[in-house]
């Protein structure tokens, strides 16, 4: 129809009415906040790469969780960071080990009040930093690796934790997760299948705050960046396999694969805003080179627009908040 009759801009005009028609919305509860626990900590610890981060002590830890659940966050991903690796990373297998501690640390304190997670890795428990358990030629052996996230799988469920993350995307790892948990009486513990995880440049921050020691990188099991369709065959293999959610990671720089993943499947997708893209934005407004809260409730917003109904989030405490007030 010929102008003046139609005028979109109507619908702009003030505050009440955007909100009125706003066709995405980021609710608290649908956010999730990583959080480190350091073994041997007597507080936090700032983490100079990721500004308002910290590796928390225990007892920390068990106050930052509280206090993302009175902000109303969807969900706790808990991190070990512990005081010695050796080469199997037997320390997320050891029921005494830091993160196994502190999930029944956050559990007894939050209790069912948030979904408390779990990172199912090696990588903060190896010596050489790799998600797995090496051959002796030094490649990540798949099917060691296996074995072991099974034992970590059953280790983590009975501290008590909700929701698994296996994040090593080695194969077949959530049907040996899932066949472990069932067989150790863990049938009602989630699975949160990284599915779509890539080999990013945007980890470095994360790699400082768990203290790794990767020498070399993950090209060999991690997803390529160029690759779509490969993505989407990972995932249908873990729905296959029993995930109860996927996940893509990174997010911003993979929105089309949010997007494609969210189209291909009918379990709820994950997306995890990761710390180089949180840096980013922190480094940018701590020199007021942008707006930070508008940009970061923008870049939660175009994740969730993407079809990710789960965010992992540096800022989901903050977020919640303001979240809160504007609705």
């Not at 609710?27 to 959080?35: I, N």
């Not at 948030?114 to 930093?129: A, I, K, P, Q, R």
């Not at 090496?134 to 909700?162: F, H, I, R």
């Not at 089309?256 to 949180?278: H, I, L, N």
Request: proline share 5%; with cysteine.
């Amino acid at each position: 129809m010929p102008y003046p009759e139609i005028r979109p801009r109507r619908l702009r005009r003030t505050a009440a009415m955007r909100r009125l028609v706003s066709e995405t919305r980021v609710d608290p509860a649908e956010l999730v906040v990583p959080m480190f626990v350091k073994e041997g900590l007597a507080g936090p610890r700032p983490i100079a790469s990721l500004p308002g981060v910290f590796q928390h002590s225990r007892d920390s830890l068990r106050k930052a969780a509280v206090e993302a659940v009175q902000a109303g966050v969807g969900g706790i991903m808990l991190f070990g960071v512990p005081a010695t690796r050796d080469e199997c990373g037997s320390g997320g297998v050891d029921p005494d080990g830091i993160l196994n501690v502190a999930i029944r640390d956050v559990v007894a304190e939050v209790g069912d009040a948030t979904v408390v997670m779990s990172d199912l890795c090696l990588d903060e428990f190896t010596s050489h930093g790799h998600c797995g358990v090496l051959t002796p030629g030094g490649e990540v052996d798949n099917d060691a690796t296996l074995a072991a996230y099974a034992q970590m799988a059953v280790a983590q469920a009975a501290a008590g934790v909700g929701v698994v993350g296996p994040s090593g995307m080695m194969d077949g790892q959530v049907g040996v997760v899932r066949r472990a948990l069932d067989a150790a009486g863990y049938t009602d513990v989630t699975v949160l299948a990284y599915a779509a995880k890539y080999a990013s440049a945007f980890y470095g921050p994360f790699r400082d705050a768990v203290e790794s020691a990767l020498d070399g990188d993950r090209r060999t099991y991690q997803q390529d960046p160029a690759n779509l369709r490969e993505s989407l065959r990972e995932v249908e293999l873990d729905v296959a396999e029993g995930a109860d959610m996927v996940m893509v990671k990174p997010a911003l720089p993979y929105l089309d694969v949010v997007s494609a993943v969210r189209a291909a499947v009918d379990v709820p997708v994950a997306a995890y805003q990761v710390s180089g893209e949180y840096a980013m934005v922190e480094a940018a407004a701590a020199n007021g080179w942008v707006d930070r809260e508008r940009v970061m409730l923008e870049t939660l917003t175009s994740i969730r627009r993407a079809g990710a109904q789960v965010i992992l989030t540096y800022w989901a405490v903050e977020a919640a908040l303001l979240l809160r007030e504007r609705y």
